[in-house]
């Protein structure tokens, strides 16, 4: 069976009760964690462990948090207030978890569905998305990793566009795939505005209504916008259900031509704002 998994953010108690609930075995299922799997939640190193530990059975995402843990692990960035992340920059395993997060991924397809993080620009196919996640991939795991992280912060370049080069294309990447939620009709981010879709003024978009999106029709599955809500529809899934903010974990089945939805309820570890 394949499940799709919202954003964890540190809260293993959720996973351990939503992989009971699921009777999840890795030995016949699979698991994609659509990112932010550390962060705000009382038990990121533990998150790390189960999915590890899953083996091939798991495929993760990165989010936005998970890559802030990279740039702390490695100077670029300081603690922030809220982070829970010294269990892992504590643990004398601490070089071997980030090895691990390093070797995840900006974006997956696979059993039909493009999954990314955060969001996708209009000017951008499905396979275009998998081209440019690879280029930041490749930066991650690569020999310049510090160099690359003290340049991937910035909300600048705000629009794509295939002229871009270097530390802009890179940054303009991570972005996209780690931080968007509303976009201009050219595809231009605002990274100011947070709340549901229902907040945006007038010429902004929810990135997945942006008038000629190529992705359009393609099923995508993302988390990151726990304001947002669950969105289920043929082709969209949201999934980001706010599990740290004491709303819920959500998985969904999606293989074999049926949908399932799964929740269970969590624990608030951190309250909005």
Known sequence: MIYLLGDLQ???DALDRLLAELDFSPSRDRLYALGDLVNRGPASLQV???????????????????????????????VHRGDTLA??????RRD??????????????????????AGLVPQWTAERTLE???????MLRGA???????????????RWSEDLAGSDRLRLVVNVLTRMR??????????????????????????????????AGVPVAFG?????????????????????????????????????LISVRCAQAQAPG
């Not at 059975?57 to 990279?70: E, P, R, S």
């Open 10 to 12: 540190g809260c293993c």
């Open 48 to 78: 790390l462990e189960r999915l590890a530990g899953l083996g091939d059975a798991a495929t993760c995402l990165l989010g936005n948090h998970d890559l802030h843990l990279l740039a702390v692990a490695h100077g670029v960035r300081k």
């Open 87 to 92: 269990p892992i920059l504590d643990s004398p």
């Open 96 to 117: 071997a978890w980030i090895h691990w997060l390093r070797h995840q991924h900006l974006a997956v397809r696979a059993h039909g569905w493009l999954m990314v993080h």
């Open 132 to 138: 440019l996640a690879g280029e930041v991939e490749a």
């Open 144 to 158: 310049d990793l510090q160099a690359f992280l003290s340049v991937m912060y910035g909300n600048e370049p705000a």
């Open 182 to 215: 509303f976009c201009q009709a050219d595809g231009t981010m605002d990274f100011k505005l947070k709340e549901g879709a229902g907040a945006a003024p007038a010429g902004l978009f929810p990135w997945f209504e942006a008038p000629g999106r190529l992705t």
């Open 224 to 260: 990151h916008w726990s304001t947002l809500g669950l969105i289920e529809r043929a082709d969209l899934l949201a999934l980001d259900t706010g599990c740290v903010w004491g709303g819920a974990l959500t998985a969904a089945r999606v293989d074999g031509g049926r949908r399932e």
